[in-house]
């Protein structure tokens, strides 16, 4: 071999091995500092595993824990109040770094993203004065889900999102080293952005449909649109978030059904499809979660109502609820639909799903290798008779949440409140349910409006001809289911 | 490749002459660069603060680092009362009722640092922990550190800073001729380039802080000796405080004296008792000195801890009537040892350290409301990313906490919002206590047990009303038989006696 050759081929193989060391060196950073995950610390308990533990979010949508922590200081005029995410009426344990329903995880860096208990944990307060208690599978009725949405995207519009004014703020709270504040200038901070302008959230607030309010969501067009990627059909059916607890008693054998219009099979179907929300796309122990939410949540027992109850009162009660109630709620028909004409509530949530939509939701949640027995591929037409396990605390009630208090349920639609506030948690004990007027729940609550599309407050008009003393005896009942 | 002797041997190297200007060049090259970043280096990339060998003159000017962020260069901060004078009270920083002592350039209370290329000066906890004292209106004030700063007015202090920046003569053109008037010496890149760029950083410093400060200008002022320490932790979060509920928006109180702070350990600290963690706490306070988890200098403020831990207060310097002394002891155990502990150093005691509830206590409630729970979660966020360090021991109360009374003589006014001029005043039903009178005076009254606060003014300068029927002034509560408000003027004479052990 000549000399030269030789030369040639020494360049060759330098530059090469020069190479593959840079690629095989980047690409460990790169998966290091990008892709790499960390287990979250063990949790002390079922219940914190279920507040904080994460359902696998933070890989494809979760929000890089340093922007969640800056972007409320950067952007409080896209929030309803002062107090951050507080504002948005998450429940939020005094000493904890994060809300109930948010975890942090280590994928390559510290991501922020979901779990169940975001939209299924309540929060109520004896008095203004006594400290929230947050009661784990209730609804959350406080959560502005909406108001987080559209924070994300009014913050995400706003020229001052930008890597400069991030990287200044994030410089305020901790000391990223230059190799995390590169990535973050130009890799994450750009990607976060895209991200969030690329969601289209025009629909939820259009001048014809009112807000959402605080503890209620437009669940089936948040499918449609956001999962099925169908187009935008004009339909509104915002709908309390539900209690979760205790799911066995949903039998699928004996024909009963979940979702307010009983669109989805068995708990487990309805326990994926919600994560599928969280998760957008399912990692590898997608399925162990799952096994662990559907034991966990189906024998979690529902609270017992905290305050004193009138026992002999609700022995009346008893009798009352056998002869008014049983019929749909403790009988062979809860848990199954009724006609949306026989119980006469608001029809807009039937019309905001459709049998094409459940088609197109389990195509797309097999691909997405969620195994379940999913969603009704057939024509729904009514609201399932719901059981009443906990039901002192899933106020206000119906499905679309439009009468504060069990009271106000046990009286004719026209005389229930047109208007009142959702959103405040000091307890009604009273009129079981929460307080939803005066001073102080219309600042830390959201006006409700009955008169708006998919707000009506008609239907269900069972017990309202009873007597005050037996209404106050069934009142006293329902407590203690 | 010059070294791969394979590659040159077949042509050896008949240029050997030619090479050596080139390697010199190379290596003059070189070591100018090596020379520029040394220089550089030495010139912008030293951090270090002015460190005090003694821990007390530490505790007084030594660095918490809030001047790596917060930092106001050192020549501007000397010249602003000139620049500005026309938005003080009186002549220089003194004038706010800063201490001066001999021997320093700084007041108490303020640090400096070698940062970022420029000495820089913030404050530290001593400006709101230290005062004087003085026995007459002549004599020389005496300063004890760790005492609550009874003359500083904090918010003008402020307004002072926001006033200046706003105003057209904050700019290099009136900054840096006052800087050379004032004996600065400054070379020609400080004179030119770096002073000129630091008026510039400065304004818009404090002129953010202006902005995320606009709630103090809808606040009663707070006169000496007095801060709203939550409204103000509420700006690190940049909540939008015009919307926030009217309820919460007064949070002036005293400030509190920080000596014993190891008996202190696993009280409710705070005036509402919203933390039990002494370190917490110190971190949390630390924000008002600029340091933020990125830039506490925590070898610094260990040091500060370490000394309060087991710093106490002078003892009462004016003479004690032991019989009258002893006969308050009885009426101290029977009354107020429950709540406020044995002795001055001894803080044993059923409810010492925990919250009784503002119904009960009877106080101004202001302080208790302008603590909000929403503030307390989001404090859990404070700093998060540093391990052990993260802030978790804020919570929402709703009562005020019962101290410990150590130094109790140098902590006038008395009640959390400084409402109640005297001790003996204190003993007096509300209806009975000063509805006005002046503080900011470090004159002693050794009768009353608390400054002198009926001269409304001593050499030039005014003192500030106190106006108890305004909005978080309210000197009520604290009162009734249980607070020794109905005993006879004797024993109340007496109780006050053994309150000056203390």
Not at chain 1, 203 to 213: F, I, K, T
Not at chain 1, 446 to 467: F, I, K
């Amino acid at each position: 071999m000549s000399p030269k050759r030789s030369h040639t081929w020494r360049w060759i193989f330098t530059v090469v091995v020069l190479l593959a060391v840079l690629i095989v060196t980047g690409a460990a950073l790169g998966w290091y500092k990008l892709l790499r995950e960390v287990d979250q610390p063990p949790f002390a308990s079922a219940e914190e595993r279920f507040k904080y533990g994460s359902i696998g979010g933070e890989n494809e949508a979760g929000i890089p824990y340093w922007i969640f922590v800056v972007l409320p200081r950067m952007f409080p005029e896209y929030l309803p109040g002062p107090g951050g995410y507080a504002s948005l009426g998450v429940p939020w344990e005094e000493g904890h770094e994060l809300p109930v329903g948010f975890t942090k995880k280590t994928v390559g860096f510290p991501r922020v993203s979901n779990t169940c208990a975001v939209c299924h944990t309540a929060s109520y307060r004896e008095s203004p004065e006594a400290p929230p208690v947050f009661v784990i599978a209730g609804p959350a009725h406080t959560n502005d889900i909406q108001g987080f949405f559209s924070f994300l995207s009014q913050a995400a519009r706003d020229p001052r999102f930008n890597a400069d004014n991030i990287l200044a703020e994030i410089g305020l709270v901790t000391d990223l080293s230059w190799l995390d504040r590169g990535l973050y200038r130009f890799l994450i901070i750009p990607l976060t952005h895209q991200a969030l302008l690329a969601r289209n959230f025009d629909w939820m607030s259009r001048a014809d449909m009112a807000p959402w309010g605080p503890g209620r969501d437009d669940a089936m067009n948040l499918t449609k649109y956001f999962m099925l990627n169908m187009p935008e059909d004009g339909t509104y059916g915002p709908t309390d978030c539900p209690s979760i607890w205790n799911l066995d008693k949903y039998q699928p054998d004996e024909g009963m059904r979940l979702n307010w219009d009983g669109a989805t099979y068995d708990a487990r179907s309805v326990i994926t499809d919600s994560a599928l929300g969280i998760v957008a796309k399912p990692q590898a122990d997608f399925a162990a979660q799952m096994d662990w939410l559907v034991e966990y949540l189906g024998s979690l027992p529902p609270p017992e109502y905290p305050f004193p109850v009138d026992q002999a009162l609700a022995t009346t009660g008893r009798g009352l609820f056998a002869a008014q109630c049983a019929r749909c709620h403790a009988s062979d028909r809860t848990g199954k639909s009724v006609r949306v004409d026989e119980v006469g509530t608001d029809p807009n949530r039937i019309a905001s799903w459709n049998k094409e939509a459940a088609i197109a939701a389990n195509r797309t949640a097999t691909e997405l290798g969620a195994e379940r027995r999913g969603m009704v591929e057939e024509p729904l037409d009514g609201y399932i008779a719901v059981h009443l396990d906990g039901v002192w605390l899933r106020a206000p009630y119906l499905h679309n949440g439009s009468v504060p208090t069990l009271r106000d349920l046990l009286t004719p639609a026209a005389d229930r409140p047109a208007e009142f506030y959702r959103g405040y948690d000091v307890y009604d004990q009273q009129n079981v349910g929460f307080v939803t007027q005066g001073v102080a729940a219309e600042r830390e609550g959201s006006r409700y409006d009955t008169t708006r599309r998919g707000n009506g407050n008609q239907g269900h008009e069972y017990g309202v001809n009873l007597s005050d003393a037996d209404k106050d005896a069934l009142i006293e009942y329902l407590k203690t289911l | 490749m010059a070294t791969n002797p394979e590659s040159e041997a077949p042509a050896p190297t008949p240029r050997h002459g030619r090479h050596v200007p080139c390697w010199l060049a190379l290596v003059v090259l070189l070591a100018g660069l090596a020379a520029v970043v040394a220089w550089a280096y030495a010139r912008f990339g030293v951090d270090r603060p002015v460190v005090y060998d003694d821990p007390q003159e530490h505790f007084k000017y030594g660095s918490t680092g809030g001047e790596r962020e917060a930092g106001f260069p050192y020549w501007i901060w000397r010249v602003l009362p000139t620049v500005c004078e026309d938005y003080l009270p009186g002549e220089g920083y003194a004038s706010l009722g800063m201490i001066y002592e001999a021997g320093h350039d700084l007041p108490v209370g303020m640090s400096k640092r070698r940062v970022t290329g420029l000495d820089r000066v913030f404050l530290n906890c001593a400006v709101c922990h230290a005062s004087t004292v003085r026995d007459a209106p002549g004599a020389a004030p005496r300063v004890f550190a760790g005492m609550p700063a009874n003359t500083l007015d904090l918010l003008r202090f402020q307004r002072f800073f926001f006033d200046c920046a706003a105003d057209a003569r904050f700019s290099p053109s009136y900054v840096i001729p006052a800087i050379a008037a004032a004996g600065g010496d400054l070379d020609l890149i400080d004179h030119y380039l770096i002073y000129p760029l630091a008026v510039l950083l400065m304004r818009d410093q404090v002129m953010t802080l202006r902005k995320r400060f606009d709630f103090v200008n809808h606040q009663p002022e707070w006169g000496p000796g007095r801060v709203d320490t939550f409204n103000s932790a509420k700006v690190i979060f940049n909540f939008p405080l015009d919307r926030a509920d009217p309820a919460e928006l007064i949070g002036t109180v005293d400030f509190p004296s920080i000596w014993n702070q190891r008996l202190r350990e696993g009280m409710q600290l705070h005036w509402d008792g919203n933390n039990t963690k002494v370190e917490e706490r110190n971190r949390s306070a630390a924000f008002g000195t600029g340091a933020t988890p990125s830039t506490l200098d925590r070898a610094s403020i260990r040091r500060m801890e370490e000394w309060l831990l087991d710093a106490g207060p002078p003892p009462w310097p004016y003479g004690i009537d032991p019989p009258t002394a002893a006969r308050g002891a009885a009426i101290y155990r029977e009354y107020c040892a429950n709540c406020h502990g044995v002795s001055g150093k001894d803080f044993t005691g059923a409810y010492v350290g925990t919250v009784l509830p503002v119904d009960e206590i009877g106080t101004d409630r202001h302080r208790l409301d302008s603590y909000t729970r929403t503030l307390a979660v989001n404090q859990g966020l404070l700093y998060a990313g540093y391990g052990d360090e993260r802030f978790s021991h804020f919570r929402k109360t709703h009562g005020y906490a019962s101290m410990p009374l150590d130094g109790l003589w140098l902590r006038a006014p008395y009640l959390h919002n400084g409402s109640v001029p005297t001790l003996r005043d204190l003993l007096e039903p509300a209806a009975d206590r000063p509805s006005h009178f002046y503080r900011g005076n470090d004159v002693y009254d050794p009768v009353k047990v608390g400054f002198v606060s009926n001269t409304a003014s001593q050499g030039g300068g005014a003192f500030f009303v106190y106006d108890t029927r305004i909005a978080g002034n309210g000197n009520q509560g604290h009162e009734g038989p249980a607070y020794g408000t109905d005993l006879p003027p004797a024993d109340k004479d007496a109780l006050v006696e053994f309150l000056k052990t203390f």
